[in-house]
């Protein structure tokens, strides 16, 4: 276990050439305090428990004081931007400590909204403690959830002024993550024909990341397909649990295949498939159902970008159809027969989950509520029964007739396979959620956290790091969005 000053510093990153990065410091934040913490993500880097309560902890994560060892640095990158070119980016407002060995890989620390560097472009280099929390809180849940993401270490505020819309108050959310590469860091330097450095950044993140695809004939290809394989899997992942991103720019896609950028993401509340979460998306680009063919364009990108390291287009383009497609069909298959208790794949399945996400279109019901309510009910029933025992998927909907047919169909492909009811009820409770992070709990944090109370954050915080037990006590983290949060607004301004 480590301290603050004695975190074991090895940065890999700011060893590549000098063109991939700026060094400079974070600029200090006025007199900083703790708004969160996640003793779990402390763990990962092997940070001692007792170092998060240390009066130094909010001097460090505001970049206000740095760890020995650390060489702050702000990367560059470009990317497209709801499909269209634009050119150079970077880390606008987050600078790279360094990277600190953890037990089983190394981990980046990052500080986002530490001020401005060489990429902020016209902007501030700041973050709003508004969207600092919702990152820090929906980092940690993915990661509950079991879903490829970074992590968040902590959020300390200030009352520093930042300008938005109004005059809201500055943050730092501090990220963890083996690299914060994203696609766009590709797309930089073959937009600018700098083969050299394109090379050196694959060769990067093969050796220290993807070793395996060393063996391969043409590793970049294998890069490329893994790349693929994993944002595929991602994404059905994302669909499995109704997220959306919100703004899935190449810029915000990770070479890793995590989550990465929240910012005005959205959980899907009552079920609409073509929901877009981000205010500022007017067309839609990145709503629920466009999701998985926006993981296909950025591929695009990001093989376009590599096509002088993976040969002919051909070969990009198989790459991507070989990788793609199949690996997301084959996951979201996967996920959505294990969330409606379906222990085999059988003919027909198919058919069965696009009636589903029919009568999930027609009705809107709740989408976590009704995943997580399925899995209390019994395989078998009487007519007579029905009605009672059916009640906590029934009563989601306004047409009770459409919820029984549909769950006529459901009981006849359970009899399919015959399963015990407690062996298929406890594996879906263990992977439909009771708790996500909707946008009115995030919301009711963050007025809480600017009135001072900083209890709210921890209480979501601890609630959604056990997303699939019971937890009766925090019933209110499970129900749809109340009255007053029925307009709740979420754009790109963070
Ligand atoms: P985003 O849409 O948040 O992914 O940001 C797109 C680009 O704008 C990235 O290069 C960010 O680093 C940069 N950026 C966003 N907000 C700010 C800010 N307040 N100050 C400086 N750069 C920013
Ligand atoms: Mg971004």
Request: hydrophobic share 40%; net charge negative; with cysteine.
């Amino acid at each position: 276990m480590h301290t603050l000053e004695t975190l074991p510093f090895d940065n890999a990153f700011a060893r590549l050439p000098a063109n991939f990065y700026t060094r400079l410091s974070p600029e200090p934040l006025a007199a900083p305090y703790l708004v969160g913490v996640s003793p779990a993500a402390a763990s990962l880097i092997g940070l001692a428990p007792d170092q998060l309560a240390r009066p130094e902890f909010p001097e460090v994560f505001a970049g206000n004081r740095l760890m020995p060892g650390s060489e702050p640095l702000a990367a560059v990158y470009s990317g497209h931007q709801f499909g269209v070119w634009a050119g150079q980016l970077g880390d606008g407002r987050a600078h790279l400590l360094g990277e600190v060995a953890g037990p089983a890989t190394g981990w980046e620390i990052q500080l986002k909204g530490a001020g401005q560097t060489p990429y902020s472009r016209f902007a501030d280099g700041r973050a709003v403690l508004r969207s600092s929390i919702r990152e820090f809180l929906c980092s940690e849940a993915m990661a509950a959830l079991g879903i490829p993401t970074t992590r968040a270490l902590c959020v300390v505020g200030s009352h520093a002024p930042v300008r938005r819309e109004s005059i809201e108050t500055a943050a730092v959310c501090t990220r963890l993550a083996p690299s914060f590469i994203r696609f766009g860091s590709f797309e930089h330097w073959a937009a600018q024909g700098k083969g050299e450095a394109l090379r050196q950044l694959a060769d990067y993140v093969i050796d220290r990341f993807r070793p395996e695809c060393r063996e391969a004939d043409n590793p970049y290809d294998a890069l490329l397909r893994d790349v693929a394989r994993r944002t595929a899997e991602l994404i059905a992942a994302w669909q499995a649990v109704g997220f959306m991103h919100g703004v899935m720019n190449t810029d915000n896609m990770s070479i890793l295949g995590l989550t990465l950028d929240y910012g005005p993401f959205g959980f899907m509340d009552a079920f609409d498939a073509g929901h877009i979460c981000n205010h500022s998306d007017d067309r839609g680009r990145y709503s629920y159902k466009a999701q998985p063919q926006i993981g296909h364009w950025n591929l695009y990108a990001l093989g376009h970008a590599l096509s002088t390291l993976v040969g002919e287009p051909a070969a990009v383009q198989a790459a991507i159809e070989e990788s793609y497609a199949p690996a997301f069909e084959q996951r979201f298959m996967d996920l959505f027969r294990a969330k409606l208790g379906l222990a085999q794949a059988l003919p027909g399945d198919e058919d069965f989950i696009g009636e589903t996400f029919d009568l999930l279109q027609r009705h809107h019901p709740d989408f976590t509520l009704f995943f997580r309510q399925l899995g209390h009910l019994p395989a078998r029933v009487d007519d007579t029964d029905r009605p009672g025992t059916d009640a906590p998927v029934r009563d989601l909907f306004i047409d009770r007739d459409a919820a029984d047919a549909w769950l006529t169909l459901w009981r006849a492909r359970l009899g399919a396979e015959g399963r015990p009811d407690n062996k298929r009820q406890d594996a879906m409770m263990a992977i439909n959620p009771k708790f996500v992070l909707r946008n009115w709990i995030a919301e009711s944090a963050i007025r809480a956290a600017r009135a001072g109370d900083f209890s709210e954050v921890a209480a979501v915080q601890d609630c959604l790091s056990r997303p699939f037990d019971e937890q009766p006590g925090n019933a209110h983290f499970a129900a749809p969005p109340p009255d007053w949060a029925h307009d709740l607004e979420v754009s790109c301004s963070s």
